[in-house]
């Protein structure tokens, strides 16, 4: 079912509307009420666990501020024992995520995630379940630069920003024993990121560039998952008039996984990159928006090739504040 939902996600890639416009020509004058959609600071994915969206990134394109609700899909296959020869499993991670963005004051603000997980594999003797509570986590972001006239030809914004993983997640240290350690609800970590962007902006055509990297700490289960290396870049392109706005996107994101470590010994085989490329759009009405998006792997090698993405679905549905 999941890959129709990926070819009607592609059919419906350019379509949208939306009335958060003040001009036909250009929907974004105020380059301020452009906000950034690529922090993509959430605690891990392929190899990392807690699979909380890693390169689909964090905020919306239409709403800088905003409460709503994603729904992330990503498919995996990982080989159901250690030998070239064993059998590949499906893995099927599914987040429910609760999120916002709330300004503070004209240049810090506070975003905010609280993911619920329920994840399932198939293997040789059935389907393993797993739900839950996943980690929330917490990030404030300082603009270092803004443009200062809406009026500008080109126009740049620069933030960073810094945040905290909570452990609220369940952890199950027996999962640590299969080929994907990353099947679980949560690191059982206190994890904290560093993260920064760049955007520039000519009319209605702009590039987005992001960097973050997350720092991981050991569990009390003297388990570590692996520091975490997050890069990206989007061209975006905003079409509107006096009824609705499209906003198509397309690009590309990596991402860079250290080696996992059991009581302070590296885990072999826990390490691993996968380069994507990713289309999406956003569309909105009154103050609803809804965002669609859509990753599948270029390059990959994870895990020791023991593990395989196939690629990822998310769809947002925000409530602009």
Partial sequence: MHKYLFIILLLTIQIGFSNKIKNPIDPYPNFQQYSFKNFDFEDCDACGCSANGGSMGFSSMIDQNFVG????????????????????????????????????????????????HFNNRENMVGTQNIDGLGDITVMGFYTLLKPKMDTLPTQHKVQVGVGIKAPTGRYDSENNGSV??????????????????????????????????????????????????????????????????????????GELYAANEDFNEDVPLTEGDIFFGKVGVEMGINRFSLGLNAMLPITQNLTGGRVEANYRIGINLNYGL
Avoid: C, H
């Fill in 69 to 116: 609700l994603r729904y992330m899909y990503q498919s995996y296959q990982s080989r159901d024992g250690v030998f070239n020869n064993s059998p590949w499993v499906d893995e099927n991670f599914n987040t429910l995520q609760a999120w916002g963005r709330v300004p503070l004051t004209d240049r810090v603000e506070v975003m905010a995630l609280v993911p619920y």
């Fill in 180 to 253: 994907n350690p990353s099947f679980q609800l949560g690191t059982g970590s206190w994890d904290y990121t560093v993260a920064g962007e760049y955007i520039v902006k000519r009319k209605n055509l702009g590039f987005n560039a992001m960097a973050n990297y997350i720092l991981k700490t050991e569990n009390d289960k003297n388990y570590k998952f692996g520091n975490q290396f997050n890069y990206g870049g989007t061209v975006f392109y905003s079409l509107g008039s006096e009824k609705f706005t499209v906003v198509p996107q397309a690009g590309l994101a």
